[in-house]
């Protein structure tokens, strides 16, 4: 049998099986770098040198220790700013309600003042005829000019009353700019948390290699 074999082997025909073919050539690899948007160091590599990956396949992870922290620190100033604009909007309540109050003070005191001038009147009237006393016109003539001042006093207040409602109205607006930006910031944070994952690039497979 020994022999046999190699006595095939001396007589086989050169070259190939028919339907086969040889050719010198070589593959050429196209490298493909990637990077992370945002500077830092590798956290964790979840690839091999060498191994076949696929579009979108995560290849390695950032740190991201330091965004994480930016990220409570964003989540925290949009609850402050929340309750800034809870607390405004409480505060505008509060003014409203003075504003309220002071318009009804107002009205008391065109009511008392309209009544003293009335009352004043006819203590001139009656004083010219020798009815009541020079003390009583006095008194109604004080009275009248007490409830005049009592109602400016009182339309003062209702303008301060105003005026604090408009600033509370602008703590409003202003709480809730403060909450926009938190939360752009978390927005803008949250992005970078995202692009710190390394990912295979779009279209055929790659293999891995490190330089």
Avoid: C
Wanted: aromatic letters at 2%.
């Amino acid at each position: 049998m020994v022999l046999a074999a190699a006595a095939w082997w001396l007589l086989r025909p050169p070259g190939l099986p028919a339907g086969f073919a040889s050719s010198n050539g070589r593959i050429e690899a196209t490298e493909v770098d990637i990077a992370s948007k945002i500077a830092g160091r590798i956290d964790t590599i979840l690839v091999k040198e060498g191994q076949f990956v696929h579009q979108g396949e995560v290849l390695a992870r950032m740190d991201t220790r330091v965004l994480n922290e930016q990220r409570l620190e964003a989540a925290a100033q949009i609850k402050e700013a929340e309750s800034a604009v809870l607390a405004a909007r409480a505060l505008l309540d509060q003014r409203q309600s003075e504003m309220r109050a002071s318009e009804a003070v107002v009205k008391q005191r065109q009511a008392e003042l309209d009544s003293t001038a009335k009352r004043h009147v006819r203590s001139n009237t009656l004083s010219q005829r020798g009815a009541v006393s020079a003390q009583q016109l006095d008194d109604d003539r004080a009275a009248a000019e007490s409830a005049r001042a009592a109602l400016e006093s009182a339309k003062a207040q209702v303008s301060a009353a105003r005026a604090a409602i408009e600033a509370a109205r602008t703590s409003i607006i202003q709480a809730q700019t403060r909450v926009e930006a938190a939360q752009a910031t978390e927005r803008r944070i949250l992005a970078d948390i995202y692009d710190s994952e390394l990912k295979a690039p779009p279209r055929r497979p790659h293999s891995v290699s490190r330089r």
